[in-house]
């Protein structure tokens, strides 16, 4: 269990890949510009990962060393092209919009890690439970820099959720600023690299008041040893 624990919470925070690893940002940076496009690109990364991490630990004594890549690869391809077929015929108008950052899942170095660095390396189990965690890290990164661009730049939050969610999506869309209201900096590729370089600092400050509440606790531990 705690193998299990230590696995989410390296994927979710530790290693989250777009805060610490900084891995697939051209995705990140590119689609981020709202939530429903964020959160869609999140979650079909995390299809992919938790699925190709599976298939390569099921396969990871049969695979020579030699040929090892190029086997990582098709199963990655193939299971994108599920993905991206999937979307074309239940998501078609999200598909429209997110084009060619779909196909492009293949070459995300988050993918293609995770299957060299862990899930070659351990069992169908764990590797599922790695290519879940990490796609979820990305997708919450996604989805909060989504969010804070779409905030920002248009006065708005989930708009055009009915691609996403049907009909029942319309009623998601918050409307927060006046009609025409639009800061364009933050929509345009600057304001995705401000956002996430915000993120990031906002992670290192968490990460390091944790540590200073664990030292002090640490130190309030070995006075009352001592004493």
Known sequence: ????????RNGLWQQNPGLVQLLGLCPVLAISNNVVNALALGLATTVVTALSGTAVASVRHLVPSEIRNPILIMIIATLVTCVDLAMNAWLHELYLVLGIFIPLITTNC???ARAEAFAARNRVRAALLDGAMMGLGLTAVLVVLGGLRELVGKGTLLAGADKLFGSAGHALTLQLAPDGYQFLLALLPPGAF????????????????QRRLAAAAANLSALATES
């Open 1 to 8: 269990m705690s193998n299990w624990k230590g696995i989410a």
């Open 194 to 209: 401000l956002g996430l370089a915000l993120l990031i600092a906002a992670k290192n400050a968490l990460d390091a008041r």
């Open 110 to 112: 988050i993918v293609m």
